[in-house]
């Protein structure tokens, strides 16, 4: 499929209404490049999120029997899907070489957003009494979205290409309403979270602050949730930061920029969104495609047989990686705000080692490496395997 924007694609958003779907625009499939990139996991290395619990077996519990055990099983999905967006959304921000650019910026600002939600939903999860698995929860790339959320959009690792734009990003926070028109075989993320808040208002848990973080993160500051006027502003964040507001696709909760979908639009198709007379389109200024580290998708398994070099690489990111994960389970263990920081500090190191991989030619092939965002469970050696 061709790198050039469908300006035929760039539909009129006309409800008012935009909720989250992690899946693609209507007449844009998921794609990935070649075999390699398969949806399936390595043989023997499912996600680890599966067993965490199902979007599909979540909803199909009736209404009224969804208490605050189904709270704490939905919340700790949330967890994983929050957290899957991270890595592919860092990956594509660490190839744009230059960092001051409007793209990089924009890219910045999600990862941000990402960590801020994923904070949202840990303390809901802590809120009800449970705690969020965090590590456990860490996805094989490339695979589906945990929970069995909108089965056959496959997220993979790669520096930022339009198609990657287009299949990854746009695909995780589509709006529902392009979707209306096709057939949906799963649950949407935005149905997953209006099912949790509708189970909220239902059951009126008592909500504790205790083991809850604050923190701030980014631009926007993690704070408990205290009762249920907290629980519907936190999951309206999450669901209109991602996807655009019930009034139009360019308001947001702090600031005047595109929601993230939209924002991943103006990349795809190189203008800013503009409200014309037929609708929502982007025909506004230019939005220049940045110049990138062209790392190649991450394959099924990793990469294979490689020099010393890039497997010492990608053992130091990936130690890197788990200690993130380590400090942000930490943080909802009892370590609060001092273990987040720690673990958001450790995240900002991960940049070096990701650029020199992307900065390391695959032998033979087209692209360079990145990293794998292998998540460590045992002792590991050093190496590419």
């Known amino acids: 499929m061709s790198e050039e924007p469908d300006e035929s694609a760039v539909a009129p958003f006309r409800r008012r209404r935009f909720l989250a779907s992690a899946a693609v625009a209507a007449g844009t499939p998921a794609v990935v490049a070649g075999p390699a990139q398969a949806a399936a996991a390595p043989e023997g290395a499912p996600l680890a999120a599966a067993g965490l619990g199902s979007v599909a077996r979540l909803m199909a519990v009736p209404a009224d029997s969804r208490g605050v055990a189904w709270l704490r099983s939905a919340l700790q999905v949330a967890v994983g899907l929050e957290l899957a967006t991270i890595p592919p959304y860092l990956c594509g921000w660490w190839s744009v070489k230059d960092h001051r650019g409007e793209v990089a ?140 507001t019930a009034g139009s696709p360019i308001d947001t909760f702090s600031d005047d920029r595109p929601a993230h979908y939209y924002a991943f639009g103006e990349i795809y198709h190189g203008r800013e969104l503009r409200e014309t007379e037929d609708g929502w389109r982007y025909v506004g200024p230019p939005v220049p495609f940045p110049d990138v580290r062209p790392m190649a998708p991450v394959p099924v398994g990793g990469w294979r047989n490689t020099s010393a070099h890039v497997g010492g690489l990608l053992f130091r990111f990936d130690a890197m990686y788990s200690t993130v994960l380590d400090s942000l389970d930490a943080a909802w263990a009892g370590g609060g705000s001092r273990s987040l920081g720690s673990g958001i500090r450790t995240m900002r190191g991960l940049e070096r080692p990701a650029v ?27 190496g590419g395997r």
């Open 105 to 244: 910026r924009m890219l910045r600002r999600i990862v941000g957003d990402e960590m801020y939600h994923l904070g949202i939903v840990c303390n809901l999860l802590v809120a009800v009494g449970g705690r969020p698995q965090i590590k456990a929860a860490a996805p094989v790339y490339p695979g589906p979205l945990p929970g069995g959320v909108r089965a056959g959009v496959t997220v993979y690792l790669s520096g930022l290409t339009r198609p990657f734009v287009r299949d990854v990003m746009m695909a995780i926070e589509a709006p529902e309403e392009p979707l209306a028109r096709s057939a949906q075989s799963s649950p949407t993320v935005g149905e997953f979270y209006d099912g949790m808040l509708r189970a909220f208002r239902t059951v009126r848990p008592d909500l504790s602050v205790r083991g809850q973080v604050t923190q701030h993160i980014d631009t926007d500051e993690l704070r408990p949730v205290r009762d249920l006027d907290d629980v519907e502003h936190a999951i309206e964040i999450i669901r209109e930061q991602g996807e655009g």
């Open 356 to 382: 020199e991989l992307m900065e390391t030619p695959i032998p033979g092939g087209r692209g360079t490496y990145g990293p794998r965002f292998r998540a460590l469970r045992r002792p590991a050696a050093a």
